[in-house]
């Protein structure tokens, strides 16, 4: 059984940085297209950034270009997600996300088949 697990969400002010860090296991990384999405209270999810299996492609939504890095290393399983510059509108619970890596890369939270089960990012002003 394929499991995803996010760990690295908190309280941080605004300017400041976090790393989320996504670690799959009972399958092979390198197998799965990632994403990361977000979900604020009274807000549908919404497409944060991804990455292709083998980390040839990558999406950011405009409201995080510039300020989020998406990342990952196959070898330890793990994705990460560097948010920098952290605004109060990007407090939300994030989750990361995988398709398999034959399916055409998406931003679409429901071309994911596996899910984690999402770290708060709360961003004080």
């Known amino acids: 059984q394929v499991h995803l697990a996010e760990s690295g969400g908190g309280l941080v002010q605004a300017g400041g940085s976090l790393r989320l860090t996504c670690v799959a296991s009972g399958r092979a990384l390198s197998t799965l297209n990632m994403g990361w999405f977000r979900q604020a209270p009274g807000k549908e999810r919404e497409f944060v950034a991804a990455n292709n299996w083998i980390g040839t492609w990558t999406d950011y939504a405009d409201s995080v270009k510039g300020r989020y890095t998406i990342s990952r290393d196959n070898a330890k399983n793990t994705v990460y997600l560097q948010m920098n510059s952290l605004k109060p509108a990007d407090t939300a619970v994030y989750s990361c996300?995988?398709?398999?890596?034959?399916?055409?890369?998406?931003?679409?939270?429901?071309?994911?088949?596996?899910w984690g089960q999402g770290t708060q990012v709360t961003v004080s002003s």
């Open positions: 996300a995988g398709s398999d890596y034959d399916r055409a890369y998406s931003i679409r939270w429901n071309d994911y088949a596996l």
